[in-house]
Structure formats: C-alpha cells, structure tokens
C-alpha cells in the first residue's frame, strides 16, 4: 500500500455535534469496527419526566440527555462525564449512571489492549490447508480496520470480514484439522481459571470476497523465546477482548 493511500486511511477530522467535539476518520469507509454511532436524542416533548427517577422537569430541575444512549435524565441520574472513545468524543461527556458504566469497562480496552493489539507479537501462522508455518508479526492497522501480518508474505485481514475467532490456550494439541476440536477458549472459562490459564494460539476464519468458503488461520505461539512467549499471549488476551467488544457493538 503506498504512503499516500495509508495516510489517507489514517486520516482525521475534527467536527462538532450536539453532544460535543469528536474526532472522527476523515473518510467514513475508514471509521474503526469498534466504533459506535451517535444516538438519536430522544425529543424534549416526549420526554416530561426522568426516565430513570421519574422526577418531573421543571425550571429548577433540568433535563439533560445522555451522549451514549440518548435518553433524558435529571441532573441527578446524569450528571457523570466520562470518556466515550467508541465515539470518538474529545472530551469526557455526559452520560447515565448505566451507560457510565459500560464506558468506564471500555476505557481499559482503550489504555490497555488497544495499545498492545497496535504493538503486535510474533506467531507461527498457518494459513488454509497447509502444514507449513510462517513466523509473521501480527498486529492491528492503525485505524483498527485491519489485521496486519508481515513475515516472507505480507497479509492484511479486514476486522469486518471475521466471522470466526477462538482464543487457544494450554491443553490444545496442535496438528489437529477439525475445527470441532477448536474449544478451548478463554471466553468459556470461570473468570478465576481463565486468569490462570495463559493463551497459546488463536484459530480464526475470514471471508474473502468473491470465494465462496471462508478461509482458515491459525496462529501459536514460538516456543523459542520467553519474552516472546509472553508478548503473544498478551495480544491474545487483548484480541479475545477486542472481539467481544467488537460482537456486542453488533448487537447494539
């Protein structure tokens, strides 16, 4: 991909909305899979009472509409701003008590796995069929659209275009094809054993326009270095995390 065309994929802008101030790509086919839209305000007519406590709005007591949701609250049920990244706000903007919530969880998405996801790690990485590995770095574009592998061959897999995504971890026997026997995932584990238990690989399946099966890849950790060892089961705990962000922005 030439200089200009990444730059252009890069690209951001600074525009105002009701809410606030955002940054956001300058070319919307470029936005982040993991990004969220803004919310329809519900109207002021519609909504005389807090559609939490049910105080009545007055002079006195104001109504004030959540960034996230987009639901009229008094000042007491929405008076907490907080970072919405997932919009791309700027600043830290008003939210609900629940939605506060939800963004507070993401926040460490944002400081933590994000910047691993973008540092990448070294995988032996087998694509389809084929019996030989690859050592490639792994790691996710710069505008998070894409996974990024570079090794003898260079691959670029569109988020979007995911179907599939199983977080291995120890116990899993390599060499086996079925993808049945892919079940050993972090996300099925009790939080307490799943923090025990260090991930070793990932197995992920992918369309690919025009062909009509997806296409199958798997990545394992080297067992040459430590350091390494450590680095990719850190961006395969972070990735799991991505791909549940990533789902339940679908259901949203």
């Known amino acids: 991909m030439s200089s200009g065309v990444a730059a252009r994929r890069d690209a951001k802008k600074l525009v105002r909305s009701p809410s606030g ?35 009545k709005f007055d002079f006195i007591t104001r109504k004030h509409h959540c960034r996230r949701c987009g639901k009229c609250f008094c000042d007491r049920c929405c008076s907490q701003k907080v970072p919405l990244r997932r919009m791309c706000f700027v600043d830290p903007v008003r939210q609900c008590a629940e939605c506060a919530l939800v963004s507070h969880r993401e926040a460490e998405f944002y400081d933590k796995q994000l910047k691993v ?44 275009h995911v179907c599939t995504v199983q977080i291995l971890t120890e116990g899993f026997t390599p060499g086996e094809k079925d993808i049945h026997t892919y079940t050993s995932l972090l996300g099925s584990l009790p939080a307490s054993e799943a923090g025990s238990t260090r991930a070793t690989g990932m197995f992920l ?7 009509e099966a997806a296409t199958q890849l798997r990545l394992m950790a080297g067992e040459d270095a430590n350091g390494s060892k450590r680095q990719a089961a850190a ?18």
């Open 21 to 55: 101030l955002r940054m956001v790509p300058e070319h919307r086919a470029f936005g982040s899979p993991f990004g969220l839209e803004e919310p329809q305000w519900v109207p002021d007519k519609e909504c005389p009472r807090c559609m939490q406590c049910d105080a």
């Open 117 to 160: 996801l973008l540092s990448g790690a070294t995988f032996l990485v087998t694509f389809g069929d084929s019996e030989k590995p690859e050592t490639m770095v792994c790691r996710l574009s710069n505008n998070q659209r894409c996974l990024i592998l570079d090794g003898d061959s260079h691959h670029e897999i569109e988020i979007a």
């Open 205 to 211: 399946q992918y369309t690919v326009p025009g062909a």
């Open 235 to 252: 961006w395969l705990v972070a990735m799991h995390k991505a791909t549940k962000l990533l789902y339940e922005s679908r259901d949203q």
